[in-house]
């Protein structure tokens, strides 16, 4: 079964995010969306919360398959959290690639540091996916500090199915 992992805090999970996640998705038998945790900055009901919003807006594609051969029916995502490397998730699910999204060449930079030492130290390619440019300027960070000085920011996040 070929395995992908789309890794990021996703907080909070965007449209951006979405888009990349519905492009990865025919490309493996699963794709596994992995929300990173840092004990220090989230509470474990945030987390689960994330967790459970993402999974709402994928709901047909989280049903659960009995094996690749399924897959041909529809693809199988799963949405779990983690609080390790990167790699060492990789290798629990046994995945053998991971996906990133890139909006611009400073994200094409980190992502291609990143990609060099998972290739380094477990073997792992890195998948990247360019932005579909109505989407290059959302992100995680702007809609936190818009929903901070109270904007509404319904636009840049998934509708739920």
Avoid: W
Wanted: glycine share 6%; with cysteine.
């Amino acid at each position: 079964m070929k395995i992908g992992i789309f890794t990021g805090t996703f907080d909070p999970f965007t449209i951006g995010h979405q888009n990349i996640a519905e492009r990865a998705l025919p490309m493996f038998d699963k794709l596994v969306i992995a929300v990173a945790v840092s004990k220090l900055k989230h509470a474990s009901e945030e987390i689960s919360k994330r967790v459970e919003d993402i999974k709402a807006v994928f709901p047909k594609e989280c049903s659960e398959l009995v094996d690749a051969e399924d897959a041909s029916k529809g693809y199988r995502l799963e949405v779990v959290s983690y609080d390790d490397l990167t790699i060492d998730l990789a290798h629990r699910l046994g995945a053998r690639f991971l996906v990133r999204g890139v909006r611009s060449a400073k994200d094409f930079e980190y992502e291609r540091e990143q990609a060099d030492i998972n290739k380094q130290l477990g073997g792992v390619e890195t998948i990247l996916l360019f932005s579909d440019p109505r989407y290059s300027s959302i992100s995680s960070t702007l809609v936190r500090e818009l929903r901070f000085f109270g904007r509404e920011v319904d636009e840049f996040l998934p509708k739920i199915k």
